[in-house]
């Protein structure tokens, strides 16, 4: 998932 | 995960070390703004909606918790404790920050990646992060006697703020198609809401004197 990635931060 | 980020989620969480340790220890809270704390809760019980059911890592997942449970159990100390509470500058802490939900909720709904419910209170949270330490700034200026445990505070959530945009222009040139300008500006503007802060907190420093805002 393209749009994922930066909710992978706090 | 690069050194920016982690130095970033450190900061963050020494920032609320140092808070629980003023409120746990010393059973005072003078000098914190109730207003933000509540900010902060709401923060991140918008933005961790997917605690449960997207999984990333362990640490994600524990951050998620340490943060979630810590901006709740803070609130409570303040609103809630015999001893704490008294120590509470209400009258001080004046800032209505009722009114930042609302313009924080309607550009949410206007300006976001995708119009889902999730990604909707997720965009929420982070219009809200931005603007949540403006009752504390306040306080801060009305304070005469800013203590060290109050001021450290504040340094140390306003360098978790400028470590994130370095660990995003270390991600944008080392990750392909890493292009999220809603947390980036969201975050900028919430950085540099610290700048004037960091001014004083860095004179004060230099100078060996103790912190004081003008008001």
């Known amino acids: 998932d393209d749009d994922q990635h930066v909710k992978d931060e706090l | ?215």
């Not at chain 2, 901006?71 to 209505?96: A, G, M, N």
């Open chain 2, 1 to 215: 995960m690069n050194i920016f980020r982690l130095a970033g989620d450190m900061t963050h969480l020494a920032s609320v070390l140092v808070l629980l340790l003023k409120i746990h220890t010393i059973k005072s809270c003078a000098g914190i703004s109730l207003k933000t704390q509540e900010l902060f809760a709401i923060v991140f019980a918008s933005r961790y909606l997917d605690i449960f059911t997207d999984f990333i890592s362990l640490y994600n997942t524990l951050m998620k918790l340490i943060f979630l449970g810590s901006s709740f159990s803070i609130v409570w100390y303040i609103r809630r404790h015999k001893l704490v509470r008294r120590s509470y500058d209400k009258d001080q802490d004046t800032f209505r920050h009722y009114f930042l939900l609302l313009p924080c909720f309607i550009l949410a709904l206007l300006i976001n990646e995708k119009f889902t419910f999730k990604e909707v209170m997720w965009t929420f949270s982070l219009y809200l992060e931005a603007v949540a330490i403006l009752p504390q700034l306040v306080l801060l200026q009305r304070t005469k006697n800013i203590d060290n445990l109050t001021g450290q505070y504040v340094f140390l959530l306003g360098a978790y703020r400028g470590l994130y945009i370095l660990n995003w222009i270390y991600r944008y040139f080392t990750e392909p198609h890493y292009v999220h300008w809603i947390p980036w500006i969201s975050g900028l503007v919430q950085t540099l809401l610290y700048a004037d802060f960091f001014y004083y907190y860095f004179e004060s420093w230099k100078n060996n004197k103790k912190l004081q805002l003008p008001a």
